[in-house]
């Protein structure tokens, strides 16, 4: 007959089967943690995998937005100094000191490098802007691609600008010996019809004094002439020529009624009327006053220049207009 278990035995069974338990328990423990640490380093490697690809357009991101508000800010400090030059440039005949001229030129080309940086920031950094910045950017590309243009026409307007007050002055003061002949001549007229000697006499004074006057003015006209060449006086010329032709005969006039020769006098008298009246003819067919001649030279010479500038201008202070209103 077999023998029954005794509980020795049994103990030592229960043992058995607990201490396989608990090494089975502790293998699988051992399992999970390397699962775990391999899981772990794993998503440590995905995460580094990920940073490292992502990281560089993350960085440019950020490096791209510095950018732009650099760009930004230079375009505001250039807008400034363009603005100081527009206040010039709007004068069409401002007559500025050389040295402020000079001056405004060193301006302008702190500007130009400003701008010139401004756009090659914005040329690196559109490429890894947002939507909204990138929009940001082209206003910006926009502002700065005008305010050179309007430095590029500036120059040309300032130069002509200049000429053109020069001449204008020296046209200001020929008109006004202009003005002094006609006086002097209306006064010469109203004493020669008195047909007395001292009349006569001072009409004479008075003629050659208006003579001397329009002499002037014919002088004062050659240097308007060369200080702004774009203006044409040759019309202008030509009628203070019929007027001074018109007083030589008026003094001839005088002279021979003063002789005795009074009918002959009053016959040369007759003659210089008439051309002054040929000379007023001529003056009506002349395209405009003197001043307003050099105005529209300065038109003709700097009009592409100022239409450049302006549409320039336009299109800069819409751009800025956009960008403050972001």
């Not at 058995?16 to 794993?42: I, M, V």
């Not at 510095?66 to 603005?83: H, P, R, W, Y």
Request: proline letters at 3%.
């Amino acid at each position: 007959m077999d023998e029954e278990p005794t509980a020795a035995s049994e103990d030592s069974v229960s043992e058995q089967l607990a201490d396989t338990e608990s090494r089975q328990q502790a293998a699988g423990e051992a399992r999970d943690r390397r699962t775990w640490l391999w899981l772990s380093a794993a998503g440590a490697a995905v995460l580094v995998l990920f940073l490292l690809a992502f990281w560089p357009v993350m960085a440019g991101r950020l490096a791209a937005a510095k950018q732009l508000d650099e760009a930004a800010t230079l375009l505001g400090k250039a807008s400034g100094t363009v603005g100081g030059i527009d206040k010039l440039v709007t004068d069409q005949l401002s007559a500025e000191p050389s040295k402020q001229i000079r001056d405004i030129s060193a301006e302008s080309l702190v500007a130009r490098r400003e701008l010139k940086q401004a756009q090659s920031l914005l040329n690196d950094a559109m490429p890894h802007l947002t939507e909204d910045e990138q929009r940001r950017g082209e206003l910006i590309r926009s502002a700065a691609e005008a305010r050179l243009k309007m430095l590029d026409s500036a120059p040309l307007i300032l130069k002509t600008s200049t000429r053109a007050a020069a001449a204008k002055e020296f046209v200001d003061s020929a008109v006004a010996q202009f003005k002094l002949a006609d006086q002097s001549e209306k006064r010469a007229n109203a004493l020669y019809k008195q047909q007395t000697a001292l009349g006569v006499r001072s009409a004479s004074d008075l003629y050659a004094l208006a003579s001397g006057s329009l002499k002037i003015a014919q002088s004062t006209y050659s240097q308007a002439a060369t200080a702004f060449p774009g203006v044409d006086f040759a019309g202008y010329q030509s009628y203070l020529d019929m007027r001074r032709g018109a007083l030589k005969t008026a003094l001839l006039s005088a002279s021979v009624w003063l002789d005795g020769d009074v009918p002959g006098g009053q016959l040369l008298h007759d003659a210089y009327v008439a051309q002054n009246k040929q000379a007023v003819a001529a003056a009506e067919k002349l395209p405009s006053a003197p001043s307003r001649a050099v105005g529209d030279a300065f038109k003709r010479v700097a009009g592409r220049s100022r239409d450049i500038y302006e549409k320039a201008r336009t299109q800069a202070d819409n751009a800025e207009k956009a960008l403050k209103s972001q």
